[in-house]
């Protein structure tokens, strides 16, 4: 059976997409941007998308979109948890750990931008996976000032175990989904891709603000 693995991140002002094709049932489908939603490692159903009957749910879905995507994550946290108990990690962590495992070496940085969080959270997820042994640190070649992130023996064969209690739910919602995955990979890229646009504006268009609230000072 034969495996893609896709990878997209950003270096400097450009970003890659890499293509594998491999035998390991690994990521067969994990595209790293800024906000990154980390799929981790699962196999692809061999019959495609199953249709499923889903529940109407009336005017709560008439919200908004972002409402949407905050009850999903609720549930997706909680579903996740419950799979994943006994894996050995939590689900942030697992997503954590595929992260380095399928973008490493990376600098803090880098990994804060694929993920999405802030670089005082990520410091704290990468100093614990280093004190358990499943993560280390190496000096950057390309700027002595920081260091490289990536995990260790330990550290990814606690990521392959926790793997099967992911894959497990992961694999039942995809048999679930009443549309065809790719159109929601696409349409969550979509979404992403429009949050990072406007998280690059909000600080352009808070330095004019603050421009024309002085100038107004200054002229009064």
Known sequence: MTWVRYIQMPL????VNVAVTCSDPGVYLLRIRNMATPLGLAQRPPGGHTDAVTRHLGRHRRISFLFDLFA????????L???MVDAGLRPSEYGMYSAVLNAGPL??????QIVGMPLTTVSDYVRAMTARGHARSSRNPADSRSYLVSLTEDGVAAHHAARVSFAKAFNRIRQALPIPEQDLVRALHALDDAVRQVLEEL???DRRRRRAASGAAVGR
Do not use: C, D, K
């Open 107 to 112: 600098t803090i940085s880098e990994l804060a």
């Open 12 to 15: 400097s002002a450009a970003s």
């Open 203 to 205: 600080p352009a268009e």
């Open 72 to 79: 999903v994550e609720n549930r997706v946290r909680v579903l």
């Open 81 to 83: 948890g419950q799979a």
